[in-house]
């Protein structure tokens, strides 16, 4: 295991397109972009858990046996393509403590790492010893890891749409589109009853988030941290419209029938439209 580097002077150098090399010339790095990943959740447990900060890499089926405890109901990835990167905050005196990877982008020369950390202090903690972590499958590669602490994203879009009696993998469409990179949800079912944001694909493909956010009808602006309903979603298996828009943590959501009921202004049916047209375009994306 080694040690988690946090280094921002460091993990700036990626942000440059030529970095120096042992021989004193300029080595051109390319351009930054995103780099495809998605979520790992295992329900195993490490064997030994880590007393200080620390990220693993996992690049076969024989260092997950030696670091985990079995699990046979989590496939794992194809270790000749893939590798499970983990970043463990080690021990913390309560339940109120987290650590989540943020993003993850690369030159042609390292791959940065951007997480956030969650710390103490929310009602109803509980004080016992605990062990944040989070794990992603990352493609393989050879560049050296940088790693970077950002902030938790709290400006975001969410658009989605549903289809209770229905099966396929079209029934549940969802994307999260941030400033800088966009997710796919692909194992969300029984909507709006529960919404599985656990399991999520960060695309390569960055989004116009302001530009789509430019789109957004001034009747959904003013509801400003509260939920509406427009129609009756999927009353009668037509489906539903989903936007849900977190501005500086302040969550807005909306379900909107698909059909043009009454109660939606010609803003908010066009608008609806936009949501639609996002989600097709995202999915040739995916």
């Not at 295991?1 to 051109?28: F, H, R, T, W």
Request: charge should be neutral; hydrophobic fraction near 35%; aromatic fraction near 12%.
């Amino acid at each position: 295991m080694k040690k988690l580097i946090s280094i921002m002077l460091v993990a700036l150098s990626l942000y440059s397109c030529s970095d120096p090399i042992e021989s004193g010339e300029p080595q051109n790095c390319g351009s930054v972009r995103n780099v495809a990943f998605e979520s790992f959740n295992y329900c195993g447990q490490l064997k030994e858990n880590p007393t200080k900060a620390i990220y693993i890499t996992i690049n076969s089926t024989e260092e997950m046996q030696q670091k985990f405890a079995a699990c046979a109901a989590v496939p794992l990835p194809d270790f000749t393509q893939k590798r499970i990167l983990g970043l463990l905050a080690g021990p913390k005196p309560t339940t109120g403590y987290d650590i989540k990877i943020v993003s993850v982008i690369e030159d042609d020369c390292q791959i940065l790492i951007q997480y956030s950390e969650k710390t103490s202090g929310a009602v109803g903690e509980t004080p016992t010893t605990t062990y944040p972590a989070d794990y992603v499958i990352l493609p393989k590669s050879t560049k050296p890891l940088l790693f970077s602490k950002v902030n938790k994203v709290v400006d975001y879009a969410i658009v989605g749409t549903y289809f209770k009696e229905c099966t396929g993998a079209s029934c549940y469409q969802f994307y999260k589109i941030e400033n800088y990179k966009v997710l796919q949800y692909p194992k969300v079912s029984n909507f709006p009853v529960q919404f599985n944001q656990t399991d999520y694909k960060a695309l390569i493909f960055k989004d116009d988030y302001a530009g789509f956010l430019a789109k957004v009808p001034t009747e959904i602006k003013n509801l400003k941290g509260t939920s509406k309903t427009y129609g009756l979603p999927d009353d009668h298996d037509q489906g539903g419209v989903y936007f849900e828009w977190s501005l500086g943590g302040v969550v807005t959501k909306v379900y909107l029938d698909n059909d043009n009921t009454a109660d939606q202004t010609a803003e908010i049916i066009a608008f609806k439209n936009v949501i639609k047209n996002k989600i097709t375009e995202l999915k040739t994306k995916s």
